[in-house]
Nanobody
């Protein structure tokens, strides 16, 4: 059974930091580029970051570049998103997702075959 389980969300003040984790099971994790998406109330889902299958390439949305860092540990079947210098506009539900095998990265939701349930990040004073 395929599972992606996000954790690490919460309430944080502007300028603060969080680390999101996504634990994968039930599929060949190292074959898949992994992405983080987010969706704020009333807004469309947005691709935030992606990391390639073997960790050689990373991609970021302009809105988070320089503040967020994606990483993965293929031995543990986990992908992480470090969120720094958080702003109120970063408030959203954050989802991890797996691209179809060996497709590399893209920040569109196309060709993502597995999705987690999401973790809430709220940035507020």
């Amino acid at each position: 059974q395929v599972q992606l389980v996000e954790s690490g969300g919460g309430l944080v003040q502007p300028g603060g930091s969080l680390t999101l984790s996504c634990a994968a099971s039930g599929f060949a994790f190292s074959y898949h580029a992994m992405s983080w998406f987010r969706q704020a109330p009333g807004k469309e889902r947005e691709g935030v970051s992606c990391i390639s299958e073997s960790d050689e390439s990373t991609y970021y949305a302009d809105s988070v570049k320089g503040r967020f860092t994606i990483s993965r540990d293929n031995a543990k079947n986990k992908v992480y998103l470090q969120l720094n210098s958080l702003k109120p506009e970063d408030t959203a539900v954050y989802y991890c997702a797996a691209r179809r095998p060996f497709r590399g990265c893209a920040l569109s939701s196309q060709e993502h075959e597995y999705w987690g349930q999401g973790t809430q990040v709220t940035v507020s004073s």
